[in-house]
T-cell receptor, first 113, second 111 residues
Framework: DTAVSQTPKYLVTQMGNDKSIKCEQN?????MYWYKQDSKKFLKIMFS???????INETVPNRFSPKSPDKAHLNLHINSLELGDSAVYFC????????????FGPGTRLLVL | QKEVEQDPGPLSVPEGAIVSLNCTYS??????FMWYRQYSRKGPELLMY????GNKEDGRFTAQVDKSSKYISLFIRDSQPSDSATYLC???????????FGQGTELSVKP
């Protein structure tokens, strides 16, 4: 049983395209996150949703738009992909916004050509 | 200057060695400190979680926080090849606040 799952695992696409990454958690958690990990393994938060409401929105280009249709899902849509968007994107979830234990998904490896 | 600094390594040790991993930070407001382990091509998983200064032990792992020096450490005793992974420190100012991660230290334990 996968706690936090992401699709797709790998995404190779051309510059300028629009793509989406989906995340689902079956842990019953209230809070979900998107992180970006660059080639140097530096992990940085992008967004956080608590009960479908946006609570953290870091300085991320507005080409990135998260969408939370329900508590168990947090999707990430990226418009007009650029070379610099190539990275591993991780989804995570936690019980509440006030609890530190975050459970991470396996990651989506995005390569923009 | 990054808020959290961590030597990326790689660090290679023989099986059975004691491993010391460290992070320094600049923001004295950090109060919650974590260590995550990330195996290759996997997501990070929480290893240790401490609040404020002090030590915490869990099996072969010990986490230390020295807030006066703005320095945190993770010690691994009797290291095993299965400990080979990247170890990321993370911290936040408030419970539930944004996590700030270090760059991660790549550890390899040779049999």
């Amino acid at each position: 049983d996968t706690a936090v799952s992401q699709t797709p695992k790998y995404l190779v696409t051309q510059m300028g395209n629009d793509k989406s990454i989906k995340c689902e958690q079956n842990l019953g958690h209230d809070t979900m996150y998107w992180y970006k990990q660059d080639s140097k393994k530096f992990l940085k938060i992008m967004f956080s949703y608590n009960n479908k409401e946006l609570i953290i929105n870091e300085t991320v280009p507005n080409r990135f738009s998260p969408k939370s249709p329900d508590k168990a899902h947090l999707n990430l849509h990226i418009n007009s992909l650029e070379l610099g968007d190539s990275a591993v994107y991780f989804c995570a979830s936690s019980q509440q916004a006030g609890v530190e234990t975050q459970y991470f998904g396996p990651g989506t490896r995005l390569l923009v050509l | 200057q990054k808020e959290v600094e961590q030597d990326p390594g790689p660090l290679s040790v023989p099986e059975g060695a004691i491993v010391s991993l460290n992070c320094t930070y600049s923001n004295s407001a950090f109060q919650y400190f974590m260590w995550y382990r990330q195996y290759s091509r996997k997501g990070p998983e929480l290893l240790m979680y401490t609040y404020s200064s002090g030590n915490k032990e869990d099996g072969r792992f010990t986490a230390q926080v020295d807030k006066s020096s703005k320095y945190i450490s993770l010690f691994i005793r009797d290291s095993q090849p299965s400990d080979s992974a990247t170890y990321l420190c993370a911290m936040s100012r408030v419970e539930g606040g944004k996590l700030i991660f270090g760059q991660g230290t790549e550890l390899s334990v040779k049999p």
